[in-house]
């Protein structure tokens, strides 16, 4: 069983930073690879970017140039670390897990956190 666990959301002025961090309980977190997710009220679930278990990282259109994803085998947890935050991003964020291949849809991952929240005041 894999369980994801979100912190580090809370309430920021707008060019702000936060950094979420996501723990992970796994036998091997090292064979997953990690995605990052956020859901605006009334919006579908959007992709942020990944970490892949090979290395790789990849990031998606959404907040690309203001975010950093970085992970620590040795702890078990992935970061999403986001700089010059917009109102806009104000939304749900999940991490999720998969033992595959980074990808951006949802439906590729098998295991969510329970999200937490940002908020970006303006």
């Known amino acids: 069983q894999v369980q994801l666990v979100e912190s580090g959301g809370g309430l920021v002025q707008a060019g702000g930073s936060l950094r979420l961090s996501c723990a992970v309980s796994?036998?091997?977190?090292?064979?997953?690879?990690m995605g990052w997710f956020r859901q605006a009220p009334g919006k579908e679930r959007e992709f942020v970017g990944y970490?892949?278990?090979?290395?790789?990282?990849y990031y998606g259109d959404s907040m690309k140039g203001r975010v950093t994803i970085s992970r620590d085998n040795a702890k078990s947890t992935v970061y999403l670390q986001m700089n010059s935050l917009k109102s806009e991003d104000t939304a749900v964020y999940y991490c999720?897990?998969?033992?595959?291949?980074?990808?951006?849809?949802?439906?590729?991952?098998?295991?969510w956190g329970q999200g937490t929240q940002v908020t970006v005041s303006s």
């Open positions: 796994a036998r091997t977190f090292s064979g997953y690879t």
């Open positions: 999720a897990a998969n033992a595959g291949l980074g990808s951006s849809r949802p439906d590729a991952y098998d295991y």
């Open positions: 970490f892949s278990k090979y290395g790789g990282i």
